[in-house]
């Protein structure tokens, strides 16, 4: 295989990007070989090292030759939520080597270094290059650490038989830089052109989202707000980002920590954020904006209402207590629908977040809302206590107009994202061709 024609034939606008994970193995100088030959391909590469592996290669050999910043601490880069950024930039991750420490905690799900932090959350090909003595590869508990990740879906590469650390000798010795970046080109060949022809789908598509809780202000410190962060709708824009389209997403007082996921999409001049705050003004917006998109997805937690005179200046404790006014917001989901005819051929698709009652499930709710607003698909999703909003297992059941039940997803809001951008462009393309 010719490496540097492998990265010319990748179908994408931008630079692969490699995470080259190392642990704490005295083979660790053999990765710096590997950085530098990705890096002479033009591969971007992001080296997360373990604490343990820096006692091997220091962190300024890392940086100095990768080109970017190490970090190596879950709480490293904190700003930037670099603990599940990476990961989710990343098109691989390579770990090399990859010691049998690190495999098991990788088995069991263990996340205590910014490096295993990473694997977790990738939704990407991990290789893995294991090394340590042949003892410890031949080991039951190492074989069936292996074995179980194998039928995860990780890919490994060696190890091979030769010398060991000292005198001994025998099966456990990392794989040769050369034939790790084969396996490196030959995983970013298949995962390249798999989401190369699923970007195709959407390339020249708009996606219109809104997301996070409007604020109605009583005066200028205190507001109306409901507990939705906007995890659900940032990781729906970098999902559809991922497919290729072109995003707008109107964010109602989503925090700059949680937007920052979309900083390492590695599609920044695909990516519109309008920020708003209060329900009147995300209306606007969205009906600004709405001609243009070719699905719209109102994830947004609208406040139903609003203080019909907010006060200019701060109550004061002592101050006589008062009764507030409320006036409905406008239903911005409603209107959008009964608008359309006026714009393009779009799909269009609300959310409602339910929490059932003695008299009915939140099902029943949430298909009743579907047959009053008339949207094309309804998210349904139950909320409460630990449920719904935030870091939470997440579960949404698709409807249609009448209520009936067309698809569900359930897990992380990463996964949840991924199943319902899916589901949305088969309905973008499913009215493209009617």
Known sequence: MDPSKAVSDLDNGSRPVVVLGVTGGIAAYKSVILLRQLRKLGIEVHVVPTPAALSMVGKVTWEAISGNSVNVYTDDGADRVTHVAYGQRADL??????????????????????????????????LLAPAMHTEMWQNPATQE????????????????????TGADSGIGRMSEPDRILNSV??????AKCRLSA????????????????????????????????????????????????????????????????????????????????????????????APNADALIMAAAVSDYRVASAQSVKLKR??????????????????LVDTRNARKAQVIC???????????????????????????????????????????????????????ILAAASGSKLEVAKAFAAFISEQVLALESS
């Open 198 to 289: 699923a970007a195709k789908q959407l390339l020249g598509k708009n996606i219109l989202i809104s997301g996070g809780g409007t604020h109605e202000p009583i005066d200028p410190v205190r507001y109306i707000a409901n507990k939705s962060t906007g995890k659900m709708a940032v990781a729906l824009a970098h999902e559809f980002l991922r497919l290729g389209a072109q995003v707008t997403l109107v964010s109602a007082n989503i925090t700059d920590e949680n937007l920052s996921a979309l900083q390492y999409c590695g599609k920044q001049s695909e990516l519109k954020i309008v920020k708003v705050t209060t329900a009147l003004e995300l209306a606007e917006k969205m009906e600004q904006l």
């Open 350 to 404: 609300g959310f409602a977040a339910e929490t059932g009652s003695p008299e009915k499930t939140y099902l029943e709710y949430g298909k009743e809302k579907a047959r009053r607003k008339g949207a094309d698909l309804l998210a349904i999703n139950q909320v409460g206590q630990e449920l719904g909003f935030g870091d939470v297992q997440t579960e949404l059941s698709f409807v249609d107009r009448d209520g009936k």
């Open 185 to 190: 080109m030959d995983l970013l060949q298949h």
């Open 93 to 126: 991750i390579v770990i090399a080597p990859a010691t049998a420490n690190s495999i098991a905690k990788i088995r069991f799900g263990i996340a205590d270094n910014l490096l295993l932090n990473t694997v977790l959350a990738a939704r990407c090909p991990v």
């Open 145 to 164: 650490n292996i074995a179980i990740l194998k039928a995860r879906g990780f890919h490994f590469v060696g190890p091979e038989n030769g010398q060991l």
């Open 318 to 335: 002592s101050d006589a207590l008062q009764e507030l006014v409320l006036v409905p917001n406008p239903d911005i989901l409603k209107h």
